[in-house]
Nanobody, 125 residues
Framework: QVQLVESGGGLVQTGGSLRLSCAAS????????MAWFRQAPGKEREFVAA?????????RYADSVKGRFTISRDNAKNTVDLQMNSLKPEDTAVYYC?????????????????WGQGTQVTVSS
């Protein structure tokens, strides 16, 4: 079992920045894929960013956030952060941290076994 706790959400104006953090505990492994998803009201949960392997530091991003968001991982602290810059109103959503113990990258939310409780990000126009 892996437990995930997100923090760092809040209200920010368009163009502003926020940093989300996810703390993992339990049976963690550097082999696991750690990712961020988001879900806006009335929409499906969508992939945002993933850190695939901490050794080679392979990261993936959704096209909608590429160049604005940066995912980072600290294996010593078992945390994965999401730095969000140049925020837009369409970034407003509940952001979730997720873990896929399979180790293979996927954007499908159903492939991730463990989820945090989510943290709200609201970007005002």
């Amino acid at each position: 079992q892996v437990q995930l706790v997100e923090s760092g959400g809040g209200l920010v104006q368009t163009g502003g920045s926020l940093r989300l953090s996810c703390a993992a505990s339990g049976r963690t492994s550097s082999r696991y894929v750690m990712a961020w998803f988001r879900q806006a009201p009335g929409k499906e949960r969508e992939f945002v960013a993933a850190f695939i392997q901490s050794i080679i530091r392979d990261t993936r991003y959704a096209d909608s956030v590429k160049g604005r968001f940066t995912i980072s991982r600290d294996n010593a602290k078992n945390t994965v952060d999401l730095q969000m810059n140049s925020l837009k109103p369409e970034d407003t959503a509940v952001y979730y941290c997720a873990v896929d113990s399979d180790g293979s990258f996927t954007v499908r939310a159903t492939d991730y076994e463990y989820w945090g409780q989510g943290t709200q990000v609201t970007v005002s126009s």
